[in-house]
């Protein structure tokens, strides 16, 4: 669903011919339809079970996904650097939008701000900036960079649920990513951190400078923001949450083929 609805940032292509089109829609009714629970990540994913598929409200539910915060811990930080630090994590850079954070960090925040930048693509170095590549989804080198960052930035174009946010999170960062998704039930606007229009260089850019320019602001959000990942993004309540659902779905009977 999620995949149709963002086929073209994704690289993936649509059923073309009208009937072939009709057939995959049918069939993956036909799934959701003889399940006993539709779970999504997120209320957004939630609302395509029944908008795209539609399947009884009562059938469907959510459970988002969980941060391991054993794992992803807010360190103690030093004072505030002169030169804060930015994070990108993203391994697809162009869909996560690491070329538009490059302009505006090359015309904006050069001098202001470091950026370091994680992906798998080639991306080089320059001035203020630093590329990493190669490092592990949950590595100690990637949970050190989040550590060592003072906020985090995701301008991506396409995305279902942000884990990279939800660990930045947990990790103490504010977060500037874009209204895509499910980031809007992630980042609370004005509180963990910021929510930009995607593509929208400038509004990326006023966010951005405004925790480069208040760290104590910046701070805050972050707290802000761990507090929210205990509540609401911990992977152990995550599990206790799905063994609830699967014992209540036990006793549900499926739908008749």
Not at 174 to 193: H, K
Request: aromatic share 6%.
């Amino acid at each position: 669903m999620q995949l149709d609805e963002q086929a073209e940032q994704y690289l993936h292509r649509r059923t073309r011919l009208p009937p072939l089109r009709a057939l995959k829609q049918l069939a993956v009714r036909r799934t959701f339809r003889l399940a006993r629970r539709c779970l999504g990540w997120s209320e957004w994913a939630r609302r395509s079970f029944v908008r795209d598929y539609g399947i009884p409200e009562e059938k469907t539910g959510v459970v988002a996904p969980g941060v391991d915060l054993s794992a992803w811990q807010m360190p103690a930080r030093p004072e505030p650097r002169a030169i804060p630090r930015l994070l990108f994590v993203g391994g697809d850079f162009a869909r996560k939008g690491g070329r538009l954070l490059l302009d505006v960090f090359r015309d904006r925040l050069r001098g202001r701000a470091e950026l370091d930048i994680v992906t798998r693509d080639a991306v080089a170095d320059e001035a203020g900036v630093r590329v990493h590549r190669g490092l592990s989804a949950g590595s100690e080198p990637l949970r050190r960079l989040y550590r060592e960052a003072d906020a985090f930035v995701l301008p991506t174009f396409a995305d279902c649920h942000s884990i990279a946010s939800l660990e930045a999170m947990a990790s103490g960062l504010p977060v500037v990513t874009t209204r895509v998704g499910a980031n809007p039930e992630i980042v609370e606007a004005g509180e963990t951190g910021f929510l930009v229009d995607a593509g929208d260089g400038a509004s990326l850019a006023e966010a951005l400078g405004t925790l480069v320019g208040d760290a104590g602001r910046a701070r805050r959000m972050g707290a802000c923001g761990r507090r929210r990942v205990e509540r609401t993004f911990d992977a152990r309540k995550t599990v206790e949450r799905l063994v609830a659902e699967a014992r209540t779905a036990a006793a549900v009977p499926a739908d008749s083929i």
